[in-house]
């Protein structure tokens, strides 16, 4: 069964950079679309970007296009996000989901949630 658990958040000045891992201990990611969502202060949760095995395409929300990328490491069973360039808007919970398809930068029919970690930019 999927069992996500993301990690790598952490405080950080605007500009900086943080990678957020996504890993599967109990089963293969390589071929599950995996999505990333974020909340911030007082939002609601909204998907960023989705990444399909099928295609090998990713998809970004604007918000993020050119600053994030998401990298998987089937060796490892993990999926990266690759963030750069950080804005203090970016402050947020992010979490990784298994889903069954990419709508666009949202993954869609999610059979699981990470718990999520914290990123913080301060300015």
């Known amino acids: 069964q999927l069992q996500l658990a993301e990690s790598g958040g952490g405080l950080v000045q605007a500009g900086g950079s943080l990678r957020l891992s996504c890993v599967n201990s109990?089963?293969?990611?390589?071929?599950?679309?995996i999505g990333w969502f974020r909340q911030g202060p007082g939002k609601e949760r909204e998907g960023i970007s989705c990444?399909?095995?099928?295609?090998?395409?990713?998809v970004y929300a604007d918000s993020v296009k050119g600053r994030f990328t998401i990298i998987r490491d089937n060796a490892k069973n993990t999926v990266y996000l690759q963030m750069n360039g950080l804005k203090p808007e970016d402050t947020a919970v992010y979490y990784c989901?298994?889903?069954?398809?990419?709508?666009?930068?949202?993954?869609?029919?999610?059979?699981?949630w990470g718990l999520g970690t914290q990123v913080t930019v301060s300015s």
């Open positions: 109990r089963a293969t990611l390589a071929h599950w679309p």
């Open positions: 990444n399909s095995p099928r295609d090998g395409s990713t």
């Open positions: 989901a298994a889903g069954i398809s990419c709508s666009g930068y949202v993954a869609d029919d999610i059979r699981i």
